[in-house]
């Protein structure tokens, strides 16, 4: 019988009380990442309640194939870069955040600037891509040059 | 040339396009292709030629193509010009 990746023994007791174990067909129990949970307390006061329910929807449905097979699994390690962008830049605190999951896995985050203009990053796995309208700014960087990304128009 | 009326390319879109749940069709958008370029040609530090190129489908036989690689940029300005259409049904 085909056995979900995650599924572990389950513990049981037998008619005598002695304790056994038998294969789970379902999934048990998810094991959390270290640092998971602040994490999403982080993601949750930068998202909101609605942004961080589409992430974890993103992640929960989206992470095998979806649409109709071209489009790509949410990539984990875009939602890292993700995380690290919301962990470290600073926001306008009244910004309408949006996100969206893309057809190739990648996150992106847009929002509106205080008069009005398009800010808008694409979070991929090994880069990703920001534009703000307002300062003409388009640019593709590799994950790696993030935190001077963050420093140049996100502070 | 192949041409798909509006009223038709609702349906075709909603077959074609549209993924529920996670992506619904609520409107379509339009623009002439002499718009299209001059948005292109108008464009910041990196004016392009942009092209409109037939590439007939199985079931929408008007189906065409801008082969050039557009920029965030440059689509979000397409993407201010076009005129949007409702779902008058």
Known sequence: MPVAPFARQTYRFTDDL??????????????????????????LSKLGVRGWGRLHYF?????????????????????????SFLESADLPPACRLSIFLTDDGNLELAWRDDSGRAVQLEFGPRQSEVYVESEGVEEVFANEELDKVIARYFV | ??????????????????????RTLERIGTIHIAHLQEIGHAHADKPMELTVEAVPLDGYPSHAEIPQAISRGLANKIVAQLRLHDDER
């Open chain 1, 18 to 43: 002695s304790p056994g174990t038998e294969e789970s067909s379902t999934p048990a129990y998810c094991i959390s990442q270290p640092g998971e949970s602040t994490r999403d307390d982080l993601l």
């Open chain 1, 59 to 83: 992640r929960n449905s989206f992470s095998g194939s979806w649409g109709d097979g071209r489009e790509r699994p949410l990539s984990p390690r875009a939602v890292e870069v993700f995380s």
């Open chain 2, 1 to 22: 040339l192949a041409i798909t009326p509006l009223e038709e390319t609702w349906a075709l879109f909603r077959r074609r396009v549209e993924k529920p749940p996670e």
